[in-house]
């Protein structure tokens, strides 16, 4: 087991002089844990971490311009020295780490010794792993395989990617001004896109069957500032309702959680919908 754990406020021994956040780079502790009980095993601390990821055979830490392997033991195996570090995501053998900016992104495919088996350029800044496949997302949408394989690719805008339950269809936040959801089949098939009347929307959680999506949808007055959609699995809206804020959602089975506030109340709930 690993955590992690950021420096940013000041230590026990010093005196807190403001609310600024402390300057970069920022110190990074990286525990490994007894899974038992969570005694300490080991800790390595590192500056500038962007991401930090774990399989069977070690723990891989995206740091400024290096990938980081470390043994499960904390020891350090190897360092790949290629960046800006961006992500890591490790598969049971395969390490995908991404370095570069928004629109001139590197994909590597990291062996568990270190070494570099492939590389793929792509206009990415968002990982998602699922077992064994890797779905990327920025200025496009990609699956890529642990072979080096790209499974398929859309010239796209795709963000804040999110696998429904039943892992047969994949949702972004898409469209230039980031203010519609997209549903693609794992196998690539672009089914539909969701489109509210707003000036930004994203995927919040999704079940076997529905997606809950959020839009900013505040005009003059009482409006509330977030409508939240239920979407089926055609793409079509089947009950909204208004909120203030929605902090966070999962789904398990065929119902979607969301905890909501409300600013202006102070009230906080946590709903249980049936999209």
Avoid: C
Avoid at 56 to 61: A, D, F, I, L
Avoid at 69 to 78: A, C, Q, S
Avoid at 116 to 124: E, F, I, M, S, Y
Avoid at 146 to 161: F, K, P, Q, S, V
């Amino acid at each position: 087991m690993v955590a992690t754990g950021l420096e940013f406020f000041p230590g026990p021994n010093e005196t807190v002089l403001d609310h600024q956040t402390p300057e970069s780079p920022l110190s990074t502790v990286v525990y490994g844990l007894a899974p038992a009980d969570g005694t300490v095993r080991w800790t390595r601390e590192f500056d500038s971490v962007q991401d930090v990821a774990v399989n069977s055979n070690g723990v891989y830490v995206a740091v400024a311009d290096q990938l980081v392997g470390l043994g499960l033991d904390g020891e350090r195996r190897f360092s790949y020295e290629q960046g800006p570090a961006t992500r890591v995501e490790a598969a049971a053998g395969r390490i995908f780490y991404l370095t570069g900016d928004y629109s001139a992104s590197t994909l590597y495919g990291v062996a568990p010794s270190g070494s570099v088996d492939w590389q793929h350029d792509l206009p990415v800044n968002e990982l998602l792993l699922v077992d064994d496949r890797l779905y990327a997302g920025g200025k496009a949408v990609a699956a890529i395989e642990t072979n080096r394989t790209i499974a398929w690719r859309d010239n796209a805008y795709g963000h804040w990617l999110l696998l429904d339950l039943d892992r047969d269809t994949l949702y972004t936040r898409s469209q230039e001004q980031s203010d519609a959801v997209t549903a693609y089949g794992v196998d690539g098939e672009k089914r539909w896109t969701f489109d509210p009347p707003a000036n930004n929307a994203w995927p919040e959680t999704a079940t076997n069957d529905a997606l809950i999506v959020s839009a900013i949808t505040a005009g003059e007055g009482d409006q509330p500032f977030l409508t939240v959609y239920a979407v089926n699995s055609e793409g079509e809206p089947t009950a909204s309702l208004g909120k203030e804020t929605v902090f966070d959602a999962t789904s398990r089975g065929d119902t979607a959680y969301l905890a909501d506030g409300d600013s202006a109340t102070g009230d906080s709930n946590f709903l249980a919908l049936d999209p």
